[in-house]
């Protein structure tokens, strides 16, 4: 059985890759093209580490095939800053130290992200429930929660 | 293993009738990925339906709503008309999984998936939604409760694949619910489930569906708990009903939960889920 | 205890208790910091390991040829590929990472291939064939102890009146219990038993090695101490160990579970086996199978207890399984369980027990928390049966300076009554509490360690530093070694870069764990700045052409000590490093040693839960960390650690547990059931950091890592128990076992 041949935009790139048909678009991103910011935690949808946003949904990036990719567009954690300029969740995140180990981040992020693209003054809990599917062992969600907030508020220009 | 996306629901079918090794259809992948890592599955052919035109359409039919197979909990959810009418539908498939979960899973997918503690189901029961099944000897609508026979298992037949759910026409004064219960808050799977679909004259229960998940086999409905409401307020009715809908549960011990927890939770669900359908049609 | 390191209580500080930004905090919100699995090398291959899936058996024969006819396969490894000259200390280990004659649990390694591609190897692992032979198992710890159960490693009895699965048996403890007894008013007795947690790290074991026939060697890995998987991996190949260099990655999450090897010595046979790097990243369930998790326990308490509250005697019966190997915590249980009181009558008894399960690993403050939870309920349910405030209860029988403590030593300073003190005072205790709602107090205690510890401080001509640490970072650690670096030279936290060096880079280091890494890597550094900034005076004397015993460094610069060392200007840090090699050449500080004077720490945990009568669930309403820091360097990592203590405890007290089948396989071998808590269980945690100087260190620092995971298991249990109105005593405390209880009641 042959490779399929996909074309896809990631990150605002147009990026062609040769994938086997079970390949999950988390194997084609870190393997074959080199973003290893989306993380295999689990490889059952339950961690949320290899979060990306497909035609602007969070989804996992290990339920997704990368067969499936053809034609969409895909943002993964290396396309949130703006060259030097971190987004604002960034900063907040290294502000509140908002991380520990720093494994979930990138997926905590982007789904932080496309959270605040649809609801940009989200309560407590809806942050909580929103980043549900994004397990965090180190901080206890706390200051995670927090900096969101901010980063929220500062976008909001509150 | 190959992998297609045909452009129509003809060639979808042609393609799954053509195979003669392990097929699966993906839609939102939520579960055949889960079962392809695992190495629980091996199929020789997925069938993507995503690139089908229709497959993420919501459209009105007869006063109800036909439901694309594609449509993920997050789509269904942001529809105002499947909301204000299934409220307890969309909390069924809304229930499922984490943000990125929601971005992809669909009612058919929880539905083929055929696990009886898929959160969907009871609540389609309940609202006596149908599935349209397309195979190679046609379409055929299929009630949802006839669709899982048992644990991963579906009445479907070779080469037929669902490509929508339909969610009927409500009369005034009607609604829904449904409640689950799991350990911790979200991302877990359903302990006990309980779908309400009630249409209510006054405070009282004019008509009544309950259907239960994760306490039996398949999930199922349970005429017997919708009886006990019919005729009465729900508060009068909550004895009765909470023992109808113990006395349909035949669950088993497992790492989720215990028979005498599921039978008892699953009393205490319907009612809670009639409680809030009967508030939610009253509103 | 080496007590007479702390500096002076009336230190100002500049840069110890800001909150800079970590140093490779850029690296982690962007995706490029490099974590164990995000390695790849050129030529290199994927390795995969085949488990068992018995609990127990027999291996009668291995059959690679099937698995070795595929052209994608390189190599395949079973034990006979490894040492076997293993030293004493090692043999379980090389056991555990690839069984010998019997499998001992489920997932216990049995093979190893190594392929083209990951695919490739998960593919040859189904063409192996094992025959097994397979024997009866038992993975509870009271079965395993009794008569008559499947016996697991040697048939010879070591306690008596036991089976030959009980290891060993310890007691601590001091004074006449009888007597104690007989002195209370109430004396109140209750059994407890907790299931065997995961460390739950995100981050599955991952690593790259590449070992030549000639015993030189790389490896790459995410770990908790790269020198020890240095030595072990060593060992367990045979090879010397400063022919191994090791790097340790980024590391996401350990908690204890990365302090020791499982895939690194496999990678490196199969490398060896090839000639080529040989990659494994361990799926998810192989973790939860394979690796971790703590023990499970089994425990008796007795505590007496007069009308005012004085406690006059206490007594616990521990029986802990570490799975089918000898080691699990129960020593440091015994240790722990009294450890917050002052206690003239008190002993604590600890049985080792091995089931059929995965070898125990350390998980933050091993063995303590459960024994907290055993002996924080019965002094809860004594408090309530005498209408009695727990804290002041605590307040009145509380270990201070001076009490003899339960295992021995005469405590130094330390701070355990003012965390009670705090926690009485803060708001949240003053917040009324709702039907089926309750509260819970506990207080914990852990030891915290010191450890063998290299640092080198190597100054740069313009200005800066370059600091090597041994010690791999996992949560914050070189934002702090670049706070007293900072501190001690007198200059801007940001002209200090901290690297975790690999290991032919610097001289041992013990792994990161025990609370270590703040209080030792830390007072290192200090020491290793002094060591520099004694250079550096060295330095201005001979500019000066004065006795270095006449410089002083102030702020940042060289100053003459006094009027009769002369009028010069200072020098300051930058202008001495510039002209360093004019003046005698590079300079760098040292320091290396095995730091004795760790400082223990105490923590008052309250959280108020409620309890739906109907279904059992439990939700945490609030929750409050006191805890001594003995001086926290960088305050917002602190934190962290009280809530992740903390959350890590609720997880361990509401949800989580290794459920067996009658079949001894593990059952949930997932994220998804098991239930780690997710962002929407929790509340915010309230943290409030108390700081009562830890003799042993410069600074003051205690290590904060692990006392936190202490009191939660009691607390929660407490708050559930009171606002349920029936005592639970099995975690975790699920909805089924509430809901359980509640109709037994």
């Keep these: 059985m042959g490779k399929m041949h996909i074309t896809t935009n990631i990150n605002g790139d147009e990026t062609e890759f040769l994938c086997d048909a079970d390949e999950s678009l988390l194997d084609v991103l870190r393997d074959r093209l080199g973003l290893t910011g989306a993380k295999e935690g689990c490889g059952t949808g339950d961690c949320g580490a290899c979060s990306v946003v497909v035609d602007g949904r969070a989804v996992c990036s290990c339920l997704m095939l990368g067969a499936e990719a053809q034609g969409r567009e895909i943002e993964t954690i290396e ?43 989200p309560t407590e809990t809806e942050i909580r429930y929103w980043l549900a599917g994004n397990l965090c062992r180190c901080t206890g969600y706390d200051k995670i929660v927090r900096a969101v907030q901010d980063a929220a508020a500062e976008m909001r220009g509150a | 293993m190959r992998f297609e996306a045909p452009s129509t629901v003809d060639g979808a079918v042609a393609l799954l009738a053509a195979e003669d090794g392990v097929t699966r259809v993906l839609a939102g992948g939520t579960d055949v990925m889960v079962q392809l890592k695992s190495g629980m599955v091996e199929p020789d052919l997925i069938v993507d339906i995503k690139r089908i035109p229709g497959m993420y359409d919501i459209v009105e039919e007869n006063g109800g709503f036909r ?154 409905l349970v005429p017997e708990a919708g009886a006990a409401l019919v005729g009465k307020t729900v508060d009068a009715a909550e004895e009765d009903l909470r023992a109808a809908a113990s006395a349909a549960c035949s669950p088993i011990n497992d790492k989720r939960g215990t028979i005498e927890f599921r039978t008892k939770v699953a009393g205490v669900l319907a009612v809670r889920a009639a409680r809030l359908a009967a508030e939610r049609a009253k509103g | 205890m080496a007590l007479d390191e702390f500096d002076s209580e009336s230190r100002i500080f500049s840069a110890v208790g800001t909150r800079p930004v970590r140093p490779d905090g850029i690296d982690k919100v962007t995706g490029k910091a490099m974590f164990g699995a995000d390695i790849s090398a050129p030529g290199m291959l994927h390795g995969a390991i085949l488990r068992s899936p018995h609990a127990h058996a027999v291996i009668k024969s291995i059959d690679t040829s099937a698995a070795e006819a595929l052209s994608e396969v390189k190599a395949i490894v079973t034990r006979a590929d490894f040492s076997d000259k293993v030293s004493r200390g090692n043999a379980d280990v090389l056991e555990n990472v690839m069984a010998g004659a019997k499998v001992l649990y489920d997932g216990h390694a049995v093979a190893a291939v190594a392929a083209t591609s990951a695919h490739a190897a998960k593919k040859a692992l189904k063409l192996i064939k094992v025959e097994y032979d397979v024997l009866p198992h038992v993975t509870d710890v009271d079965a395993s102890m009794q008569d008559g159960a499947p016996i ?342 940001e002209k200090i870069r901290t690297t975790v060096v690999d290991t032919a880079s610097l001289g041992y280091n013990d792994v990161s764990h025990g609370s270590r890494v703040t209080y030792a890597s830390g007072l290192a550094t200090i020491k290793a700045a002094r060591d520099a900034k004694k250079k550096l005076c060295q330095r201005a004397a001979k500019i000066w052409c004065i006795d270095e015993e006449a410089v002083d460094w102030q702020d940042g610069q060289a100053i003459p000590a006094g009027q009769n060392a002369g009028g010069h200007d200072p020098l300051p840090f930058a202008k001495l490093c510039k002209s360093m090699g004019r003046t005698g050449g590079p300079i760098s500080g040292h320091f290396e040693a095995t730091p004795e004077g760790a400082g223990v720490s ?31 360097i960088h305050p917002s990592y602190v934190e962290g650690q009280f809530q992740g203590g903390a959350a890590q405890g609720i997880g361990w007290a509401l949800n989580e547990e290794y459920i067996y089948g009658e079949d001894g396989r593990l059952q949930n071998a997932g994220f998804l059931d098991y239930r780690i808590p997710v962002a929407s269980d929790l509340p915010m945690i309230d943290t409030e950091i108390v700081e009562v100087p830890n003799p042993g260190h410069p600074y003051g620092v205690r290590g904060v890592g692990e006392t936190s995971i202490c009191p939660p298991l009691a607390a929660i249990a407490n708050a559930v128990s009171n606002a349920a109105g029936v005592r639970l005593t099995e975690l975790p405390m699920s909805p089924p076992r509430i809901l359980k209880a509640l109709d037994d009641a």
């Excluded at chain 2, 999984?97 to 992809?104: A, E, Y």
């Excluded at chain 3, 923590?603 to 926290?632: C, N």
């Design chain 1, 79 to 121: 396309g949130v800053a703006h060259g030097e300029d971190l987004h604002p969740l960034q900063r907040k995140f290294l502000e509140h130290a908002a991380l520990q180990c720093g494994i979930c981040t990138p997926g905590i992020l982007v789904t932080a992200k496309n959270l605040l693209e649809r609801n940009p003054d």
């Design chain 2, 67 to 220: 439901v694309g197979a594609a449509v993920p909990g997050v789509m269904l959810g942001e529809h105002a008309g499947v909301s204000a009418a299934w409220p307890g539908v969309v909390e069924g498939l809304g229930l499922v999984g984490s943000t990125q979960i929601q971005s992809r899973a669909t009612l058919g997918g929880n539905l083929c998936n055929a696990s009886p503690a898929a959160d969907s189901v009871p609540a389609m029961i309940a609202a006596a939604a149908t599935a349209r099944v397309h195979g190679p000897n046609g379409v055929r609508d299929v009630p949802v409760e006839e669709i899982g026979t048992a644990p991963g298992k579906t009445s479907l037949a070779r080469g037929e694949m669902v490509g929508s759910i339909y969610l009927p026409a409500r009369p005034a004064h009607a609604s829904d619910a449904y409640m689950r219960f799991i350990p911790r808050t979200e991302m877990d799977i359903a302990v006990v489930g309980a779908g309400v679909s009630l249409v209510m004259d006054g405070d009282t229960v004019a008509e009544a569906r309950v259907a239960l998940g994760a306490v039996a086999p398949t999930a199922r």
């Design chain 3, 152 to 493: 697991i490693r040697d048939d010879e009895i070591k306690v008596e009146g036991y089976s030959a699965n009980v290891m060993s048996r310890s007691e601590f403890g001091h004074g006449d219990l009888d007597a104690g007894f007989a002195a209370a008013d109430v004396v109140m007795e209750k059994s407890f038993k907790t299931a065997a947690t995961h460390q739950g790290y995100i981050e599955p074991h991952a690593c790259l090695g590449s070992l030549g026939a000639d015993g030189r060697g790389e490896l790459w890995c995410c770990t908790q101490g790269h020198f020890v998987a240095r030595n072990i991996c060593a060992d367990l190949l045979g090879i010397d160990s400063t022919q191994l260099r090791v790097v340790a990655s980024e590391i996401g999450g350990g908690f204890g579970g990365k302090t020791t090897v499982f895939i690194e010595p496999v990678a490196l046979a199969l490398s060896r086996k090839t000639n080529r790097p040989v990659k494994i990243v361990m799926p998810r369930d192989d973790v939860f199978r394979a690796t971790g998790p703590t023990a499970s326990s089994s425990i008796d308490v007795k505590i007496g207890m007069k009308n005012d509250g004085t406690i006059t005697a206490g007594q616990a019966i521990l029986r802990m399984q570490g799975g089918a190997f000898p080691g699990s915590p129960v020593d440091m249980a015994a240790m722990c369980a009294f450890a917050p009181y002052a206690l003239e009558n008190v002993q604590a008894v600890g049985y080792d027990v091995i089931c059929n399960r995965p070898k125990q690993a350390a998980y933050r403050a091993p063995g303590s928390p459960m024994a907290c939870f055993a002996v924080e309920s019965v002094v809860d349910m004594l408090c309530n049966q005498l209408k009695l405030d727990p804290f002041e209860v605590r307040l009145k029988n509380g270990a201070k300076e001076g009490t003899k403590a339960s295992y021995g030593p005469k405590w130094p300073r330390i701070g355990l009554l003012e965390t009670v003190e705090a926690a009485k005072a803060h708001p949240m205790v003053k917040s009324a509490l709702g039907p089926n709602q309750g509260r819970g107090v506990s207080c914990g205690f852990w030891f915290n360690h010191g450890g063998e510890t290299s640092v080198t401080l190597s100054l740069s001509q313009d200005g800066t530093v370059a600091l090597q640490v041994g010690t791999p970072d996992i949560g914050g650690s070189r934002a702090s070694m670049c706070l007293m670096a900072a501190e001690e030279l007198g200059i801007p936290y």
């Design chain 3, 602 to 632: 105490f923590a008052t945990h309250v959280v108020d839960a409620e309890v739906d009568p109907e279904t059992g669930a439990t939700k945490i309403l609030r929750y409050l960390v006191v805890q001594d820091a003995g001086k926290a």
